[in-house]
């Protein structure tokens, strides 16, 4: 069975879907390939194809921990500008504390970018969160009344975008697949499945 692999930079994470259903069926639970070994177990059951399942960019952790590294960075400096401390610590060690505040952030940040994915299959799309314990959201194809994508200017400048589902139940909250490489190019897979 072959399989087509996308890539955009080395910030995108690969792509993965299968070939054409001309040629190949798309892959079951059991013929997952190897690099979608993360997902955790019982995301898929036996009877569903695994039409894409994806990560967000590589560019998310650092898009999401920004406003927090820009305001460490911004104390840091001012700590050393008019050397104030924090109780107990050196202005060194004081503006350290502050930037290591921030990297603690990102690094927070990237463990829920690994633990991140989309999934999209012949009956449903689900999200895929948490690196503990992992929590696993669901949409029927059936439910889905609108998909559409959002991008803003940085996302644009790194084609990256949002991609929104909209439920044709009244009460539910639309689900959002962030931070998705080559959004447009996705967006148009997930309205074919929904249109088939």
């Given at each position: 069975?072959?399989?087509?692999?996308?890539?955009?930079?080395?910030f995108?994470?690969?792509?993965?879907?299968?070939?054409?259903?001309?040629?190949?069926?798309?892959?079951?639970?059991?013929?997952?390939?190897?690099?979608?070994?993360?997902l955790?177990?019982?995301?898929?059951?036996?009877?569903?194809?695994?039409?894409?399942?994806?990560?967000?960019?590589?560019?998310?952790?650092?898009?999401?921990?920004?406003?927090?590294?820009?305001?460490?960075?911004?104390?840091?400096?001012?700590?050393?500008?008019?050397?104030?401390?924090?109780?107990?610590?050196?202005?060194?060690?004081?503006?350290?504390?502050?930037?290591v505040?921030?990297?603690?952030?990102?690094?927070?940040?990237?463990?829920?970018?690994?633990?991140?994915?989309?999934?999209?299959?012949?009956?449903?799309?689900?999200?895929?969160?948490?690196?503990?314990?992992?929590?696993?959201?669901?949409?029927?194809?059936?439910?889905?009344?609108?998909?559409?994508?959002?991008?803003?200017?940085?996302e644009?400048?790194?084609?990256?975008?949002?991609?929104?589902?909209?439920?044709?139940?009244?009460?539910?909250?639309?689900?959002?697949?962030?931070?998705?490489?080559?959004?447009?190019?996705?967006?148009?897979?997930?309205?074919?499945?929904?249109?088939?």
């Amino acid at each position: 069975m072959t399989y087509r692999i996308a890539t955009t930079s080395f910030f995108h994470k690969p792509v993965l879907s299968a070939a054409a259903a001309a040629s190949d069926s798309p892959p079951r639970a059991a013929e997952l390939p190897s690099e979608w070994s993360q997902l955790p177990g019982g995301v898929i059951d036996g009877g569903e194809i695994v039409l894409l399942a994806i990560k967000p960019s590589m560019w998310r952790p650092l898009i999401e921990s920004m406003p927090w590294l820009i305001m460490t960075s911004v104390f840091a400096v001012g700590i050393t500008m008019f050397s104030a401390t924090l109780p107990g610590l050196s202005t060194v060690a004081s503006a350290q504390a502050v930037l290591v505040a921030g990297l603690v952030r990102l690094a927070v940040a990237i463990v829920r970018w690994v633990a991140t994915w989309y999934v999209l299959t012949n009956r449903r799309v689900l999200d895929v969160r948490g690196a503990r314990s992992p929590r696993i959201s669901s949409c029927p194809l059936v439910d889905i009344r609108n998909t559409y994508v959002g991008t803003t200017v940085p996302e644009k400048a790194l084609n990256i975008g949002t991609i929104t589902f909209v439920s044709k139940h009244p009460g539910d909250h639309p689900r959002l697949w962030e931070s998705i490489p080559e959004p447009e190019t996705t967006h148009a897979k997930i309205r074919r499945a929904i249109e088939n």
